[in-house]
C-alpha cells in the first residue's frame, strides 16, 4: 500500500505528467461537448475555492462555516463591477478577489479573538449576515430577484480585449489560472510563512518562542483565504451569467468543507480530486441530488472520525513542507555548526525583584538573579516552586506583576514573548510544542521563520529571494541535525518518532532560531542514558559557542557534571545559589528538595 | 406606544425560547465542552413528528411525548457517534464538524421523505385567536404559554442543578471531568443524560416555535438554533440566568429592529449581536474571563 502511495505521489508530483494533463486538456477542450466543458468549468471553480479552505482550515485550523460569503463577494463584486461600471474582465475579477480579501482581513480581527466553537458560530453567524445583506440591498444585488445578465461566455455576452469568448476559451483561461493558483498554494505551504500556519494551529505558545506573530500570521491565513474564494467566486459568476442569493448559502459552504474535508484537510492532491469528484458525482448520477444534503451530512459525520486524511491520505504519501528541489541543492553544501557561535555575543539575562501573582497564589515571590554569558545555569526546585513561571517571566510569555528583566543592562520588562525572541531569547516547553505530523527536519526550520525575511508573495511565486534564504537555513537545519545526532530520523514525522527525538526536535528548532540565550524546560525529561550524555555534549557546545543556557531541570546526575551554577527555588523564592557541590550539602535545600532524612524526591 | 408594547411583549415571548435553546446548549457544554451544532434538526424534527403523529390521528399530548423521546434519543446517539470518537482523535474540529453533518442527515432526511413544503402545525396551546387583555394591551395566549413554559422550564432546571445530587454531580464533571472519573462518577451516563434532556429541551423549544409560528419545514431550526446561541454567549456560556436574559434581549431587539427599522434587518440583528459580542466580550455579560496560567 505504501509502495502504491509512493508512486501515486510521485506521478502526481511528476513534471511532465503534469503538463501533459493541462496541455491534453487545453486541446483536448475543443473537441468535447458543450456541457463536458461547463461541467469541467464548474470543477476548477471548485478547485479554486477549495484552496482557501486548504489555507484556513487545512494549514490554520481555522475552522469557517461562512466561506460562501467570501464566494459571494467575489460574484457579486465583478458581476456589479462588469454589468454596472461596465469594467472589463480583466479589472473586475482582480478587483473582487481583493474585495473578498479585504472583507476576511477585516473579519479575521474579531475572529482571532475566538476560537472553536465560537469561530463555528462566528462564520455562520457572518455568512448569515452576508446573505441578508445579499437578498436586502436589492439596488446593488438584485435582492432575491437576483443579478441576471452578467456577462457570460455561455451567453455569449463576455469580451476581452474586443474578442469575443467561448465556453471552451473560458475554460482554458479558467484552467491556467487555476493551475497557476493551485501551485502558487503547494509552493506557499513549502514556505516560512506556510509553515508558520501550521505551528500557529498546533501551539500559540511554540510560535510565540521561536518569534513568529500568531495575530498576524492568522491575518494573513484569513486574507488569502478570502483572497482565493474570492476569485472562485468570480469565475462563477461568469461562468453562470446569473446570481442569487441562493447559491451562497451555508449549503455552499457546507459543500466546499466537505470537499476539503473529505480530500484531505492537509492535502492538495486529494482535494482536487474530491472538488472534481462532488462536481460530476451530481451531474452523472441524477439520483444523487435527491440525497445530495444525506450524503454530505454522513460523509462531515463520519469521515474526520474514520478516515482523518481522507482521499488523500489514501492515496497519497503525506505531503511535505519543504520545497524539493531547494533541499537536494541545500544538500551538496554543508556548513559547520559553528554558525551558531556568530549569533551569539554574550548576553546576560537579569531578574530584578520579579514577582508574578496569578490571583492569590504567588508563583514567583521577589527574586533576583542573573544569568551569565559563558555558563550553564540550572534552576532546580520542587513542583510548583515557581521554576517554569521564571522562564515564562523571562521569555515574555507573560509580563511579571512587578519587578524587572534585563538584558546586559538593557531593561525588557513587559515584552511579549515575540519579541524577545526576537532578541534571541529562545525557550523550549515542558512538554515539546511542534507540528505532529511535520518531519524533524520541518519542526526545525520553523525556528528560522524570524531569520528569514522573504513574504508570502515571494513564497508562493517562489523567487530567487525565497529560494536563496530557503537554501541557507535548510543547511544550517543540516548542521543542527548533525550536531544534535538525529540525521537518521531528520524525514520522519515527529508523531511517529519516540519521546526523546521530540525533545531534540525541539532544542534544534531552538537552535534554528539562532539563540543568544536559550532557556530549557526539563530538556532531559523522559531521555534515555545515551541520549542525554548526547544532550550534555550539545549543551557543552553551545556553552563554548557563547550562547547563554539556563535549564530547568529535576534530574541530579545529569547536572552534576554539566552546570557551572545552580538555583534552587522553593516557594517562588530562591533558598540556595552555588556549585552542585555546595548544593548537595546545604541544609536548607536538604530539607525542602531531598527530603528531609536525604532521600531523593520524587 | 402600543406598538411597542406589543413588540416588547412579543420579542420576550420568541426570546424565552431562545433561552430555552441556549439553556439546552449550556447542557452538554457543562459535561463535555461541546455543543451539537445539528440542534436546529432536532428542533425541526420534534415540531415535524409531533405534526405528523398528529395527523396520523394520535392524541397532542402523546404525540409531544413520542417526538420528544425520539429526539432525546437521538440526542444520545450524537453523542455516541459523533462526539465522543471526535473527542478522543481530533480536538475540537472532529465534533462541531461531526455534529453539524448529523443535523445534515436529519434535515436530509426529513426532505426527502416528508418533502420539503412547510406543514401545518396543530394548535396544541389554545387557538390562534386567544387573547387575554394586560394593561389593555391584547395579549396572544399562546405567546403568553409558550413564554411561562420557557421560563418555567429554566427556573425548574436551573433548581435542579443547583439543588440535586445529580447537578452537583454536572457541576463537578462541568469543573474537571478526569478527577469526576476518578471519583467514580457515573461520568459517561451523566454525560449521556445531558445530551438526552438537552436535545428534549430543543425538542420543546421546537414545539413552542412551531406553535407560535404555526408551520414547519425541515430548514426551520437553522436560524433558531443559531438565536440559542446568540443568547447563550450575550448571557456567557454556562450561565442559566444569563442565557434568559440574553435569550429575552436578544428577542425583543430583534423584534424591535423588525418593527421600526425593516423586516428585513431582523434576522440580520442576530448575527450581527453575536459576531459584536464574540469580538468584544466573548465571556458574555454574566460571565467572567477564565484566568490562564499558561
Known amino acids: 500500500m505504501n509502495e502504491i502511495r509512493e508512486r501515486l505521489t510521485k506521478l502526481i508530483n511528476n513534471k511532465y505528467a503534469q503538463i501533459c494533463l493541462v496541455v491534453g486538456l487545453l486541446f483536448g477542450s475543443s473537441y468535447m461537448q458543450g456541457g463536458t466543458v461547463q461541467i469541467l468549468s464548474f470543477a476548477l471553480v471548485s478547485i479554486l475555492f477549495t484552496q482557501s479552505i486548504y489555507i484556513l482550515t487545512g494549514m490554520t485550523g481555522q475552522i469557517s462555516l461562512g466561506h460562501a460569503a ?29 474585495l473578498a480579501s479585504l472583507v476576511a482581513f477585516i473579519l479575521s480581527y474579531p475572529a482571532g479573538r475566538v476560537k472553536e466553537v465560537y469561530l463555528a458560530m462566528m462564520t455562520l453567524g457572518f455568512g448569515q449576515i452576508f446573505l441578508e445583506v445579499a437578498r436586502e440591498w436589492t439596488s446593488l444585488t438584485g435582492g432575491v430577484m437576483g443579478l441576471s445578465g452578467v456577462p457570460s461566455a455561455s451567453l455569449g455576452t463576455l469580451v476581452i480585449l474586443g474578442a469575443k469568448l467561448t465556453t471552451v476559451d473560458y475554460f482554458r483561461g479558467l484552467l491556467l489560472i487555476t493551475v497557476c493558483a493551485v501551485f502558487f498554494v503547494r509552493n ?40 482565493f474564494a474570492g476569485f472562485a467566486g468570480a469565475f462563477y459568476a461568469h461562468l453562470v451569467g446569473y446570481l442569487g442569493p441562493d447559491s451562497f448559502t451555508v449549503t455552499r459552504s457546507i459543500e466546499v468543507l466537505v470537499i476539503a474535508i473529505v480530500g484531505g484537510l492537509w492535502s492538495i492532491g486529494g482535494q482536487i480530486i474530491s472538488a472534481i469528484f462532488f462536481t460530476l458525482l451530481p451531474e452523472q448520477l441524477q439520483v444523487f441530488t435527491q440525497y445530495q444534503f444525506i450524503v454530505y451530512g454522513l460523509i462531515l459525520t463520519f469521515t474526520l472520525i474514520l478516515l482523518r486524511q481522507g482521499i488523500g491520505g489514501l492515496l497519497f504519501a503525506s505531503p511535505r513542507f519543504i520545497r524539493p528541489h531547494l533541499r537536494a541543492q541545500a544538500k551538496r553544501q554543508t556548513i559547520s555548526s559553528e554558525f551558531l557561535r556568530s549569533n551569539a555575543n554574550p ?94 527536519r520541518e519542526n526545525i526550520l520553523l525556528g528560522a521563520h524570524a531569520k528569514m525575511t522573504y513574504g508570502w508573495f515571494e513564497a508562493g511565486v517562489g523567487l530567487p529571494r525565497a529560494s536563496q534564504q530557503e537554501r541557507l537555513a535548510l543547511q544550517q537545519c543540516d548542521s543542527i541535525i548533525e550536531l544534535l545526532e538525529i ?116 | 406606544m402600543d406598538f411597542f408594547i406589543s413588540l416588547v411583549i412579543a420579542g420576550a415571548c420568541v426570546g424565552s425560547v431562545y433561552a ?81 453533518g448529523f443535523g445534515i442527515v436529519i434535515q436530509g432526511i426529513t426532505a426527502r421523505f416528508f418533502g420539503s413544503q412547510a406543514v401545518a402545525f396543530p394548535e396544541v396551546l389554545f387557538k390562534v385567536q386567544d387573547a387575554v387583555v394586560i394593561g389593555g394591551q391584547n395579549v396572544s395566549m399562546q405567546y403568553l404559554a409558550v413564554f411561562c413554559i420557557s421560563v418555567l422550564l429554566i427556573v425548574v432546571l436551573e433548581t435542579l442543578t443547583r439543588r440535586t445530587v445529580l447537578g452537583t454531580a454536572i457541576q463537578g464533571i462541568a469543573q474537571d471531568i478526569e478527577l469526576a472519573v476518578v471519583q467514580g462518577l457515573p461520568v459517561n451516563l451523566i454525560v449521556s443524560g445531558s445530551f438526552f434532556l438537552s436535545s428534549v429541551l430543543a425538542g420543546i423549544a421546537g414545539i413552542l416555535v412551531a406553535q407560535i409560528g404555526g408551520t ?26 444569563g442565557a434568559l436574559l440574553g435569550g429575552i434581549i436578544l428577542g425583543i431587539t430583534s423584534k424591535l429592529v423588525g418593527g421600526y427599522i425593516s423586516t428585513a434587518a431582523e434576522h440580520g440583528i442576530a448575527f450581527a449581536l453575536l459576531v459584536l459580542m464574540l469580538a468584544l466580550r466573548p465571556q458574555g455579560f454574566f460571565g467572567r474571563a477564565e484566568v490562564n496560567k499558561a
Open chain 2, 20 to 100: 430555552l435553546v441556549a439553556v439546552g446548549l449550556n447542557l452538554t457544554f457543562w459535561t463535555t465542552k461541546t455543543l451539537h451544532f445539528g440542534q436546529g434538526a432536532v428542533m425541526m424534527l420534534s415540531a415535524m413528528s409531533t405534526a405528523l403523529l398528529v395527523r396520523h390521528g394520535f392524541s397532542e399530548i402523546v404525540s409531544i411525548l413520542l417526538a420528544l423521546a425520539l429526539v432525546g434519543l437521538m440526542g444520545v446517539v450524537v453523542e455516541r457517534i459523533a462526539i465522543r470518537p471526535a473527542l478522543k482523535t481530533t480536538g475540537s474540529m472532529g465534533w462541531v464538524i461531526a455534529t453539524l
Open chain 1, 487 to 602: 540525521a537518521d530520523v531528520a524525514d520522519q514525522a515527529v508523531e511517529s518518532l519516540p519521546y526523546g527525538y521530540r525533545r531534540m526536535t525541539e532544542i534544534g528548532r531552538a537552535l534554528m532560531a539562532g539563540p543568544k540565550a536559550i532557556l530549557l524546560d526539563e530538556p532531559a525529561a523522559g531521555l534515555s542514558d545515551v541520549e542525554m550524555s548526547r544532550l550534555a555534549e550539545v549543551l557543552k557546545n553551545l556553552k563554548s559557542f557563547g550562547i547563554t543556557i539556563l535549564l530547568i531541570e529535576h534530574h541530579m546526575d545529569f547536572l552534576t557534571d554539566l552546570v557551572d551554577e545552580v538555583v534552587v527555588l522553593d516557594s517562588g523564592s530562591i533558598l540556595f545559589r552555588g556549585s552542585m557541590l555546595e548544593m548537595r550539602k546545604d541544609a536548607g535545600v536538604i530539607t525542602a528538595y531531598l527530603g528531609v532524612e536525604g532521600v531523593e524526591h520524587a
Open chain 1, 70 to 98: 467570501f464566494f459571494g463577494v467575489g460574484a457579486y463584486g465583478t458581476a456589479i463591477l462588469t454589468k454596472t461600471l461596465g469594467l472589463s474582465l480583466l479589472v473586475s475579477i482582480p478587483l473582487a478577489g481583493v
Open chain 1, 347 to 440: 548576553t546576560q539575562i537579569s531578574v530584578k525583584n520579579i514577582t508574578m501573582k496569578f490571583g492569590g497564589l504567588v508563583a514567583v515571590d521577589n527574586v533576583s538573579i542573573d544569568i551569565p554569558a559563558h555558563r550553564i545555569t540550572a534552576l532546580v526546585g520542587p513542583n510548583g516552586s515557581g521554576k517554569s513561571t521564571l522562564v515564562n517571566l523571562i521569555s515574555g510569555v507573560f509580563p511579571p506583576t512587578a519587578g524587572q528583566v534585563f538584558l546586559n543592562d538593557v531593561e525588557v520588562t513587559g515584552r511579549s514573548d515575540v519579541a524577545m525572541a526576537k532578541l534571541g531569547i529562545i525557550r523550549t516547553f515542558q512538554d515539546p510544542r511542534l507540528v505532529p505530523h511535520f518531519t524533524v
Open chain 1, 188 to 227: 506557499f505551504s513549502q514556505s516560512r510563512i506556510g509553515r508558520s500556519l501550521f505551528i500557529v494551529h498546533n501551539s500559540e505558545l511554540a510560535a510565540g518562542s521561536v518569534g513568529i506573530e500568531r495575530g498576524r500570521t492568522k491575518q494573513l491565513a484569513y486574507a488569502l483565504s478570502g483572497l
Open chain 2, 216 to 241: 414547519v419545514d425541515p430548514a426551520f431550526g437553522f436560524e433558531l438554533v443559531l438565536s440559542g446561541f446568540v443568547a447563550a454567549v450575550l448571557g456567557g456560556m454556562g450561565s442559566s440566568a
